[in-house]
């Protein structure tokens, strides 16, 4: 796999993290991969990094911001 250029990932889960945000009631993995086009899998990590760093949560299968 090919690597992301410095600063492309950081990116990536900001977006990611600010389309959560403007969702109000939440998003599916499914509903975000068809938005952004990142696989599923990627998108997967990025939302655990991004709860770990207390940005979003997951209730059932949605993802909410904190």
Known sequence: MARLPKGE???RKNNLAGLIRFCGLGLTEIEME???????R???NYLHELDREGKVHREGRRWFPF
């Open 9 to 11: 990932k950081q990116r």
């Open 34 to 40: 068809e938005e952004t086009g990142i696989d599923r």
């Open 42 to 44: 990627t998108l997967n």
